[in-house]
């Protein structure tokens, strides 16, 4: 993964997450996740830390398809750690947040203990929502890509958020390209359809976990989303 060639880094990084699927949950290759995250940190090789994050992404992705879970806590908050830190604004390598992003999506299936601390949510969607005003569209369209699987997946967090992601979808339909805005509409379909089967499974009484309810915001922000249709 420190080659000189782009194509042979992101081949390397697929490589390695299917060997990964299959040797992690035999408890065997131990030492890969802290030599990945080792090498996270490393900037002295050029494209190590790009590839890095996208073999994390990948194993993650790998692991996510099990219903057992095989990453341990500790190695989940430090994949994040990792991740995250590849998304800030300041970080100077285009690829590497890319990277970043994407690798955080395909972690969020990993991420519930992380999600249900408010500060670490908190950071994380601070994070994305940054993502959407990267000044690289590969980088904008993955944020919104990850919003859209955090309204899948994390929908019961996401009310001190809206008023800031319905800002930006705004921003982003109105102005943005074509691909990155139809992400952001996206993400709104993806709230409907999760409010649609939280209404439809409160109407048959079968919605008995709390962190089922919905929240209407679709129907609040229809009149700005569907603007002269909606009566």
């Known amino acids: 993964m420190g080659a000189s060639v782009a194509d ?76 995250v830190a590849g998304l800030r604004q300041e970080e100077p390598d285009v690829e590497v947040r890319l990277a970043a992003t994407v690798a955080l999506d395909n972690a969020l299936e990993f991420a519930h203990a992380n999600f249900s601390n408010e500060n670490e949510r908190n950071y994380i969607m601070q994070m994305v929502c940054q993502g959407t005003l990267a000044s690289d569209e590969r980088i904008r369209r993955a944020a919104w890509e990850c919003l859209v699987d955090i309204a899948s997946q994390y929908y019961f967090y996401l009310p001190a958020y809206m008023a800031d992601i319905f800002s930006l979808t705004q921003r982003a339909v109105r102005s943005d390209e074509e691909a990155v805005g139809l992400q952001a509409l996206e993400f709104w379909s993806t709230v409907a359809e999760e409010e649609a089967d939280r209404l439809e499974e409160a109407e048959d009484g079968s919605a008995a976990d709390s962190e089922r309810v919905c929240h209407n915001f679709v129907l609040a922000a229809l009149p700005q989303l569907v603007p002269g249709t909606w009566r």
Not at 12 to 35: F, G, M, R, S
């Open 8 to 83: 042979v880094r992101h081949t390397a990084a697929l490589v390695l997450a299917k060997v990964a699927a299959i040797e992690i949950p035999n408890n065997a290759w131990p030492e890969l996740i802290p030599t990945l995250l080792a090498n996270a940190q490393n900037t002295s090789v050029p494209g190590l830390r790009h590839a890095t994050l996208e073999a994390l992404g990948y194993v993650c992705e790998e692991l996510g398809a099990f219903e057992e879970e095989y990453l341990q806590p500790e190695q989940v908050n430090a994949i994040l750690t990792a991740v």
